[in-house]
């Protein structure tokens, strides 16, 4: 859960550590340097800096660098630990040479985390404005929109289109959207309480979109003007929608 609390020793254990002499790759130049950041500990023991997603923190000497996750921070903020600002490995692209298969995997479950921290965003926002949910009956009926796009031939043209909101920041641009809905040649399209785009068929939705709390918006509607789905598993995914 997002609310938990890692104590230090696993957190120490699953980030990386940073050694004296630990081999460091630069993709951007192709180049591996010797890094040695040994004089932070003695000066910012018991502090932790941030930099591009990245915190480096140093625990009773060590020194350890973890990508920004919202229980890392609440982890150290809980732990005693202060921010300050000082060098953070692996920030600006380069990687543990070792451990980047560690690297890896950890900037990986950040990235899903985030995905999770936006959903539990849109739902207290949703909470607090009365946007409800729908039933799953409904909900299973209705495409979700993928956030890699759904490639698309219109008249003269490819395109894709993607979620109203395609990020994992909740911010003024989700706040405008979420909640909301439109239609147009019996397709509509609504942000659900979770932040994702769903598109549905015929407007039996409706009623229970505003029952639930939905309002009408401005909002391009996808697949309301005859265009042809590209990829082949999201076009069936679509053809099974009900009206």
């Known amino acids: 859960m997002a609310n938990d609390i890692m104590a230090m020793d696993s957190l120490k254990e699953e980030a990386v550590r940073v050694y004296p002499g630990i081999a460091v790759v630069f993709p951007q130049t192709a180049q591996e340097e010797t890094l040695n950041i040994s004089d932070l500990a003695p000066k910012f023991n018991g502090c932790y800096a941030v930099n591009n997603s990245t915190v480096c923190f140093v625990s009773e000497n060590e ?8 229980l890392v921070i609440r982890s150290l903020h809980s732990a005693g630990f ?4 000082f060098y953070v490995p692996f920030s600006n692209w380069d990687y543990p040479k070792r451990e980047q298969a560690k690297w890896k995997y950890l900037q990986e479950k ?3 985390s985030y995905e999770d921290d936006f959903a539990e965003d849109c739902i207290s926002y949703c909470d607090k404005h009365n946007i409800g949910t729908l039933s799953d009956e409904t909900l299973q ?21 993607f979620p109203v909101i395609n990020s994992t920041c909740f911010d003024s641009v989700a706040a405008d959207h979420i909640g909301h809905f439109c239609t147009n040649n019996g397709k ?19 009623n229970e979109l505003r029952g639930s709390g ?21 076009k069936a995914r679509w053809e099974s929608i009900t009206k």
Not at 63 to 70: H, K
Not at 82 to 85: D, I
Not at 150 to 161: A, H, N, T
Request: glycine share 6%.
């Open 214 to 234: 939905y309002t009408e918006a401005g909002m391009f509607v996808p697949f309301s003007n005859g265009e042809q789905i590209l990829d082949s598993a999201l």
């Open 188 to 206: 509509v399209i609504f942000v659900y309480q979770n932040g994702k785009t769903y598109v549905a068929k015929g407007y039996k939705i409706l």
């Open 110 to 112: 950040a990235r899903a």
């Open 82 to 85: 202060r921010q300050e600002h």
């Open 63 to 70: 020194i350890f660098a973890i990508p920004q996750t919202r």
């Open 141 to 161: 009926n209705c495409f979700e929109m993928p956030n890699s796009g759904v490639p698309v031939k219109r008249l003269y043209f490819e395109d894709c289109y």
